[in-house]
């Protein structure tokens, strides 16, 4: 069956501008899950969502980055005013059986901002 | 917070060898995920582990979760050149909701 997916695959970027980046979890999965993975910092926990709720977001690093998931499937995580540091690969995982369930990942988006 | 300790960080043996890795961490988990990374893909579950002192066989993969809670490791035998890739533990805590903890991964090459 699918996996997770996200879109787009590679986005570059300037300084200063606004990304969207898409996820599309396994279907009927009803949590979701925003990581990002840099060199320094490794996996980082960014967000988490059971159904069209975001019970936990303290990883979201700063108000630049948002979260939304519309119909307990499709997540956009936004963020505005990119910086370079912001540049990393963003992973999103869905699960099954909400908190406690096993992840499974998507391919990434690898953000670089210029 | 919680940090998880993963080693070793790399790795180089021949191909028919067996390799061992590990995570230790400085609080309980609940759930031990461990996890293969291929370059430019995500990460890929290879094993979870549910219970204290669960060993979990997939293939050639053998895990452990701790008897402590604190600690799993992870065992490849008779590697192959496709098992190259970083290695992730994860763990999951009853009050993290779904927040992963990642450890630093393992770098495994193979020679042929």
């Known amino acids: 069956g699918a996996g997770v997916s996200q879109s787009p695959s590679n986005k570059v970027t300037e300084k200063g501008k606004d990304v969207e980046l898409r996820c599309d979890p396994i279907?009927?999965?009803?949590?979701l899950y925003w990581y990002r993975q840099s060199l320094g910092q490794g996996l980082e926990f960014l967000i988490y969502f059971q159904g069209n709720s975001a019970p936990d977001k303290s990883g979201l690093p700063s108000d630049r980055f948002s979260a939304e998931r519309t119909g307990g499937s499709v997540s956009t995580l936004t963020i505005q005013r990119t910086q370079q540091e912001d540049s990393a690969v963003y992973l999103c995982?869905?699960?099954?059986?909400?908190?406690?369930?096993?992840?499974?990942f998507g391919p990434g988006t690898r953000l670089l901002v210029l | 917070g919680q940090q998880l300790n993963q080693s070793p960080q790399s790795m180089f043996i021949q191909e028919g060898e067996d390799v061992s890795m590990n995570c230790t961490s400085s609080?309980?988990?609940?759930?031990w995920l461990w996890y293969k990374q291929d370059p430019g893909e995500g990460p890929v579950l290879l094993i979870a582990l549910y219970k204290a002192g669960e060993l979990t066989s997939n293939g050639r993969l053998t895990a452990q979760f701790g008897i402590t809670r604190k600690d799993s490791f992870l065992n490849i035998s008779a590697s192959i050149p496709s098992d190259v890739g970083i290695y992730f533990c994860?763990?999951?805590?009853?009050?993290?909701?779904?927040?992963?903890?990642f450890g630093q991964g393992t770098i495994l090459t193979v020679h042929p």
């Open positions: 609080s309980i988990f609940n759930t």
């Open positions: 995982a869905s699960s099954l059986q909400g908190p406690l369930g096993d992840q499974y």
């Open positions: 994860a763990g999951l805590s009853g009050t993290s909701y779904g927040k992963l903890t």
């Open positions: 279907s009927g999965h009803t949590a």
